[in-house]
Nanobody, 115 residues
């Protein structure tokens, strides 16, 4: 079963969105999980990831201080709180393990930030 991402939408620059991902699999709780994004014409990139148990969290520089990743292993979910959104955050956002599983890409959720 593929992950199901939700929470995307159209927002003005400076606004906020909260993305959610429902993942499946008995190994969810032992995997590092991450949020990836793919902007038009660009490669997919990992922007935030969280280790099993949530003890280790990392962000790419462009989103540091604006995005917050969290996980709930009891519910097999990860979330991404995105604040102070910028036009360059426009992309389709996906969740997947870190490192990613090639066969576990969901549909993603579109985030569009208008300037």
């Amino acid at each position: 079963v593929l992950p199901v991402e939700s929470g995307g939408g159209l927002v003005q620059a400076g606004g906020s969105l909260r993305l959610s991902c429902l993942a499946s699999g008995s190994t969810f709780s032992i995997n590092a999980m991450g949020w990836y994004r793919q902007a038009p014409g660009k490669q997919r990139e990992l922007v935030a990831w969280i280790a099993s148990g949530g003890r280790n969290i990392n962000y790419r520089d462009p989103v540091k201080g604006r995005f917050t990743i969290s996980r709930d292993d009891a519910k097999n979910t990860i979330t991404l709180q995105m604040n102070s959104l910028k036009a360059e955050d426009t992309a389709v956002y996906y969740c997947n393990a870190v490192p990613y599983s090639p066969n576990s890409w969901g549909q993603g959720t579109q985030v569009t930030v208008s300037s």
